[in-house]
T-cell receptor, first 115, second 115 residues
């Protein structure tokens, strides 16, 4: 089965630094997502992206966050100035359609540690 | 807003025993419900989903779940546990947003299988 690929698997950064988390969605998918899971908490929706623009974002996704599809294959999440509370596992996902019953394909995640 | 509650953050069963992972949801509209599984060092993978129609849904690896509207539940079961079932299981409800799908997850249940 095709896979969503995320790099790096682990990222350690200093507070205030910028980080970019990278994802390669499945090639014929059109909808892209970021979710995150803080240790011990629920997996939370961050943002959805379609047709080169954000279609929905959560309250968590403030001005410090941005997403981009810089070329035909990559989908990135940038955090401009990281905070301690940004430490979490970040999951990228993609789907072919944007329907409510659609299956999402998730990557294995990037564990971000902010020191 | 939709929400999901998974009863038991950690469930332990013996190999060959029944697996029962509990999920209750809250939704103001007919829900689309999902179970995802995360094996170690892998991404979340769809086990099964309920959209409409038959309330007993069969998924991969011998798992099934039954949608009970009167109980607002979507519990996951497997008649006989296998060592390879050890993983974290996430119940989710889909919230339709303009142009994309948003999953609202429960907190996850870690399933341990004892030999």
């Amino acid at each position: 089965e095709p896979e969503v690929t995320q790099t790096p698997s682990h990222q350690v950064t200093q507070m205030g630094q910028e980080v970019i988390l990278r994802c390669v969605p499945i090639s014929n998918h059109l909808y892209f997502y970021w979710y995150r899971q803080i240790l011990g908490q629920k997996v939370e929706f961050l943002v959805s992206f379609y047709n080169n623009e954000i279609s929905e974002k959560s309250e968590i996704f403030d001005d410090q966050f941005s997403v981009e599809r810089p070329d035909g294959s990559n989908f990135t999440l940038k955090i401009r100035s990281t905070k301690l509370e940004d430490s979490a596992m970040y999951f990228c996902a993609s789907s072919r359609e944007g329907n409510s019953n659609e299956k999402l394909f998730f990557g294995s995640g990037t564990q971000l540690s902010v020191l | 807003a939709q929400s999901v509650t998974q009863l038991g953050s950690h469930v332990s069963v013996s190999e060959g025993a029944l697996v029962l992972l509990r999920c209750n949801y809250s939704s103001s509209v007919p829900p689309y419900l999902f179970w995802y599984v995360q094996y170690p060092n892998q991404g979340l993978q769809l086990l099964l989903k309920y959209t409409t129609g038959a309330t007993l849904v069969k998924g991969i690896n011998g798992f099934e779940a039954e949608f009970k509207k009167s109980e607002t539940s979507f519990h996951l079961t497997k008649p006989s546990a296998h060592m390879s079932d050890a993983a974290e299981y996430f119940c989710a409800v889909s919230e339709y947003i303009q142009g994309a799908q948003k999953l609202v997850f429960g907190q996850g249940t870690r399933l341990t299988i004892n030999p």
